[in-house]
């Protein structure tokens, strides 16, 4: 247990991996609830509706999007996937990505350390590199001087 500064209104208290104070979290609570009625009953609300009639703040709707707790089906998804970039109405990737990483995790290529963005240039040179040298080479080994 720590001692933590409350995201919302910074005061401190016990930190137990819920950033918020327990005053915060309830109003948290009662916020969350208030979306859910509301989009009970609107189901094809978009972001700037609902900011509009329940006077909730953007940056707290995102976040119960981000956190997978509400999903949108109005309007323009106002997420997007943190791997492709693609709009998405709920969580934090995609349903491609989400798929692919899941698959990427069965096959037990997570637990290994490498790293996406590593791996792509190398095989991409390796491939450069053998065309180089399968084909004629006009530059390198053509000398002028003879
Ligand atoms: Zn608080
Ligand atoms: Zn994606």
Do not use: W
Request: glycine share 12%; net charge positive.
């Amino acid at each position: 247990m720590e001692l933590r500064n409350c995201r919302r209104c910074g005061r401190p208290f016990l930190y137990a991996g819920i950033p918020f104070c327990p005053d915060c979290q309830d109003e948290d609570e009662r916020l969350f609830q208030t979306l859910k009625d509301y989009l009970y009953d609107h189901p094809q609300a978009s972001l700037g509706e609902i900011v509009r009639e329940t006077g909730i703040a953007y940056e707290t709707i995102v976040r119960f999007l981000r956190e997978g707790r509400l999903e949108l089906t109005g309007g323009e998804p106002p997420l997007h996937c943190e791997r492709c970039g693609a709009a998405i109405p709920t969580g934090r990737l995609c349903g491609g990505c989400t798929a692919l990483l899941e698959r990427e995790i069965s096959r037990g290529l997570a637990s290994a350390p490498r790293s996406p963005a590593g791996g792509a240039p190398v095989s991409s040179r390796e491939g450069r590199m053998y065309t180089y040298r399968s084909g004629p080479a006009p530059k390198g080994q053509a000398k002028p001087g003879r």
